[in-house]
């Protein structure tokens, strides 16, 4: 099996599996509970988030963990309008933000808020000139996604970041979901004031995710109850999942200080490889992230190819997993492109450091015996 | 280019005559303590000052680590070149580039120790001023009166060498250098800073908790072990008396009126720091006291409380505001700590409506139909030290390393 959709979700490490099911038997605990058993397991996840927060090069106090990445841009973005309602109602984002955020703006719209979508250009990007010039006095949140995750354009956070610098009542949400691990980005320098990452996109688990919130920033729960991790997110911790998370972010941080060049190595021999079948199109840009690989094969309906692929058992993606199913038609890539042939054709290929070179060279070699085939069919 | 050495000037104690050479080997101490991570460098001194020679060691990375060890006036770190001119000319633009605050004035002093060095000291003045000037066009300016940075020059025989920055310490006393005291550890925000503010003048100090199980639970230890690991920063380790407190707490809830229990139990625990003080022979004991801010802490308390003994009590926070003593616990990083929810020592037990005004002759009055000599004695008896190492985790916290 040759697993090439490590953007949609990782296989699990299983090293983090063993933390998680070391905790979950022996400290299975609340970490509320008064008892010695609930001490323990409050001393986990104090340990995970230190863990955490030391990777990250933030505070343990500004890490709050959540189910993942669609409730960490959720309360980014909700917890930030209503916490900040009365300075202002006009939040900017771009036209290529993960659904999580997309609706979630949308949603906030119905609720009397301003959405500017800023555009990208057909590498992806979105110009911070572009952005200075959508900032307003009542403009109280920015979110940018670090990298797309459809086809890996990086945006330009640090200069988002420093221009933002000079207005304080803006507040900044990166989501960095697929950046984490194979993007470097330092969210104390930045100027980052509110970042979402997910655990299982670095080989943790399903359901767990954190939060970064600069200290000092005020942000409405979405869930009230027992006022859990320090009243942003109610409900009993997830201590297992939360070990697991700071488990596999060690072991993803490390394996891209050692393997960071074999990403490379993948990433252009698959663009050199695909550059040189006839009929795909690159979608990615030249300068994006290295794990995400996108292109087009125009005429070709992107699920045929898909399943076509799968019988060699190689996993690839059309679009983002979250909205493959209910379309196949690319937002991302008609945005950039503005070619509808083209976003109806879109494979997304995205790696891990668990890839190796020798799968390239099958994948390539695979894509075009499909293609031949197919070719002939659908003409 | 590399920096040589930081020179290391200490403020207060240069006027203390006859203890200085005590004050300079603790200080001394204190900055290898400081140092322990970086093995290359060495440290020396001389009458006035102390010198950091880097060997090859990050000065900037050094700065950070000694800059809040007690004692310490100010820092200078110092270029080490050869003689030759346009060798000092660019160190001179390098030292001013890596400067840690910007400058807008400047001049340069050079002293020559080397007589046969081809350029006499106002020409060297003048040659680097100008060289700056050039290439800080429009930014530094020259003010011989009262310049932000005085750039000094020292032509040796060996090499030259360049300094100037001053670089605040943390000033204070070396600690240990004003003797030992007892600090009363309940767990709260104020105790801890209050031991932070007494080491800086200088005081070696020990913590006494109370711990009364089961009406406070382990966790409230642990806490106070944590608190001990952060004030364990400036000497490298800290000890806790751990003092069993639950039989007396109980006796006082039994024979003392509900109104007039904090009063007494404060009296007792102060009895009881000034044995263990006794038998650790410190001079003082301190609390982290501020006048007025709970029923404790008024003055009518604080008078009927501190009539049970004679040692000082030292409350460096008696005047300080909630809001700044919390804003120097975040300085000191224990302020996360301290605000962790367990009950403690203070809060158990704590009368709905406790005397804000408790009368001396009353609190005398009913605690002498108990007799508690025998059972300060046995909790004196009783206490157990822990000692813990800074760096070291008390709360169970790394004993299960291998899940992460």
Request: charged content about 25%; proline content about 3%.
């Amino acid at each position: 099996m040759i697993y090439f959709d490590n953007s949609a979700t990782t296989k699990p490490y299983p090293e983090v599996l063993d933390s998680f099911i070391k905790v979950s038997t022996e400290y299975f605990g609340n970490p509320s509970s008064l008892h010695g058993l609930g001490a323990k397991a409050e001393s986990l996840l104090t340990q995970a988030r230190r863990q955490v927060a030391d990777l990250l090069h933030v505070k343990s106090a500004e890490i709050y963990f959540t189910s993942g990445g669609t409730e960490g841009n959720n309360l980014a973005v909700k917890g930030i309008a209503h916490a900040y309602s009365k300075r202002g109602k006009h939040i900017i984002t771009t036209v290529m933000e993960h659904a999580s955020i997309k609706e979630t703006c949308q949603l906030l719209e119905e609720e009397g808020f301003d959405i500017t979508y800023l555009q990208v250009d057909s590498n992806g990007f979105v110009s911070v000139e572009d952005l200075k010039n959508a900032l307003r006095t009542d403009t109280i949140l920015v979110s940018v996604m670090s990298v797309n995750n459809e086809v890996g354009s990086i945006q330009p956070i640090v200069e988002i970041g420093h221009l933002l610098k000079e207005y304080p009542q803006v507040l900044f949400h990166v989501d960095h979901v697929q950046g984490i691990g194979k993007v470097p980005l330092d969210i104390a320098t930045a100027g980052i004031d509110l970042c979402t990452i997910s655990g299982h996109k670095f080989h943790g688990l399903k359901g767990t995710g954190v939060l970064y919130v600069r200290d000092g920033i005020r942000v409405s729960p979405l869930f009230t109850g027992g006022n859990q991790e320090a009243k942003l997110r109610s409900g009993t911790e997830n201590v297992a999942g939360f070990v697991a998370l700071a488990r596999a972010l060690r072991l993803t941080l490390q394996k891209s200080a050692q393997d960071y060049g074999k990403l490379i190595e993948i990433r252009d021999m698959l663009l050199n490889g695909l550059n040189e079948i006839t009929g795909v199109k690159i979608n990615s840009p030249l300068h994006g992230a290295p794990h995400i690989i996108n292109f087009s094969i125009p005429g070709i309906k992107s699920e045929v190819f898909i399943h076509a692929l799968e019988e060699k058992e190689i996993y690839v993606s059309t679009t983002s997993a979250c909205s493959s199913k209910k379309k196949s038609i690319s937002d991302t890539v008609l945005a950039m492109f503005h070619d509808q042939k083209r976003a109806d054709s879109v494979i997304r290929i995205s790696t891990s450091y668990e890839n190796e070179l020798y799968e390239v060279e099958f994948v390539l070699q695979e894509i075009k015996n499909t293609l031949l085939k197919l070719q002939k069919v659908m003409r | 280019m590399k920096f040589d050495h930081i020179i290391i000037r200490y403020g207060e104690i240069s006027t203390k005559k006859r203890n200085r050479k005590s004050f300079v080997d603790k200080l001394k101490n204190h900055i290898r303590w400081a140092l322990r991570d970086f093995k290359a460098a060495k440290l020396t001194a001389s009458r006035e000052r102390m010198y950091i020679i880097l060997n090859g060691e990050d000065h900037q990375k050094i700065i950070e680590q000694i800059k809040g060890v007690y004692g310490i006036q100010s820092l200078s770190p110092a270029l080490k070149i050869g003689r030759d001119i346009e060798e000092i000319k660019t160190a001179a633009l390098y030292y001013i580039d890596q400067l840690s605050g910007e400058i807008e004035t400047f001049k340069v002093s050079t002293k020559r120790s080397d007589k046969d060095f081809p350029y006499d000291t106002n020409e060297m003045n003048h040659l680097l001023g100008g060289h700056l000037l050039r290439n800080k066009d429009g930014i530094l300016k020259v003010d011989v009166k009262n310049p932000d940075l005085d750039l000094r020059v020292e032509v040796r025989k060996e090499a030259v060498y360049l300094s100037g920055e001053n670089i605040h310490g943390a000033g204070g006393l070396p600690f240990g250098s004003s003797g030992k005291a007892m600090l009363m550890l309940s767990g709260g925000i104020d105790s801890p800073v209050a031991g932070f503010l007494s080491m800086k003048r200088g005081l070696e100090i020990e913590c006494i908790h109370f711990y009364s199980p089961p009406f406070t639970s382990e966790r409230s230890k642990q806490k106070v072990m944590d608190l001990a690991e952060k004030l364990a920063l400036v000497n490298g380790s800290m000890k806790v008396h751990i003092v069993p407190f639950t039989e007396i707490q109980m006796l006082i809830q039994k024979q003392i009126p509900e109104n007039y229990t904090m009063t007494s139990t404060r009296r007792l625990m102060l009895r009881i720091a000034d044995a263990i003080r006794e038998k650790e022979e410190a001079l003082a004991i301190i609390t982290g006291e501020s006048l007025g801010q709970v029923a404790s802490q008024t003055m009518n308390s604080m008078f009927a409380i501190n009539e049970v003994i004679s040692t000082p009590v030292l409350r460096p926070l008696i005047a300080m505001d909630k809001l700044e003593i919390i804003e120097l616990a975040k300085q000191y990083d224990t302020f996360e700590i301290s605000n962790q929810p367990y009950e403690d020592c203070c809060t158990v037990f704590t009368p709905a409506s406790p005397k804000t005004k408790p009368k001396l002759e009353k609190v005398q009055y009913y605690e002498s139909f108990v007799d508690f000599d025998k059972l300060i004695a046995d909790a004196v008896e009783q206490t157990e030290i822990q000692k813990i190492r800074f760096g070291e985790k008390a709360t169970g916290e790394g004993q299960l390393e291998d899940l992460f």
